[in-house]
């Protein structure tokens, strides 16, 4: 074993990285076993594509990271075990969390999720992530397990159903979607001003309110045929507004 005199804050580093010390040599069976159970479990933890922190309550300090903590954030593990938790986010966010921890700590919630933007050191990229927080007491102690979930993929995805949207609301055409019963599920502003009927009035229903009368069932039957196998339809209806025009 080590020498008492040992920097604690090295040891604890030691055991749980692992490496080449002397505590591997032990005869004991069972911190043998423990070993082994720390090493796997340090394995599961690295090999996380989650950014994972042990955080030291209430001051932040980072007591441990994952692998993919240090690599996203383009920095080394020494580094961010230096720093605290505080340095990695804004300050409003940081207050956030901090009034998290203790509702955590104290109310019968047992974990929480919060939405931040991770960056070390002042030219850090800014990485958007969903934060998984939970906290555990050992003692008079308490920590967080921190879970980041990077979510830049998410982000891209949802600014691009914006302007998806965006471009719909602003089409001239008139424009509705449906499942695949058939029921509207919304509606463009042009469809509103076209055929009379507001959004409220035509989701839920079906394109068949349109209906005048003047094209056959064969014409409907085909439109549904066409849409339901992948293809697209192209044709002319002669369509009833609201007023009956």
């Not at 690599?71 to 075990?81: G, K, N, V, W």
Request: hydrophobic share 40%; aromatic share 4%.
């Amino acid at each position: 074993m080590k020498n008492a005199s040992d920097n604690p804050e090295e040891l604890h580093a030691k055991m749980l990285g692992l490496g080449d010390t002397s505590i591997h040599k032990s005869h004991d069976p069972s911190l043998a076993q423990r070993l082994v159970e720390l090493e796997r479990f340090r394995s599961l933890v690295d090999l996380s594509s989650d950014l994972l922190f042990v955080v030291e309550n209430p001051s932040g300090r980072i007591l441990d990271v994952s692998v993919s903590a240090f690599e996203r954030l383009s920095t080394d593990r020494a580094s961010l075990l230096s720093a605290s938790f505080a340095d990695l986010v804004p300050d409003a966010t940081w207050q956030q969390m901090k009034i998290l921890f203790d509702e955590l700590s104290s109310g019968p919630k047992r974990s929480a999720i919060v939405n931040a933007e991770l960056s070390y050191g002042p030219h850090g990229r800014k990485l958007p992530v969903e934060i998984a927080a939970q906290v555990l007491r050992s003692g008079d102690s308490a920590y967080s397990i921190l879970a980041a979930r990077d979510i830049t993929e998410r982000r891209h995805a949802e600014q691009q159903l914006r302007l998806a949207a965006a471009a719909v609301n602003a089409a001239a055409n008139s424009i509705l979607l449906t499942d695949r019963e058939g029921t509207i599920l919304s509606v463009n502003p042009a469809f509103t001003k076209l055929t009379g009927y507001t959004a409220e009035e035509a989701c839920g229903a079906t394109p068949s309110l349109l209906t005048s009368g003047v094209d056959s069932s064969h014409v409907y039957e085909e439109i549904c045929e066409s849409i339901l196998s992948g293809s697209v339809w192209h044709g002319e209806l002669l369509n009833r507004r609201k007023d009956g025009s």
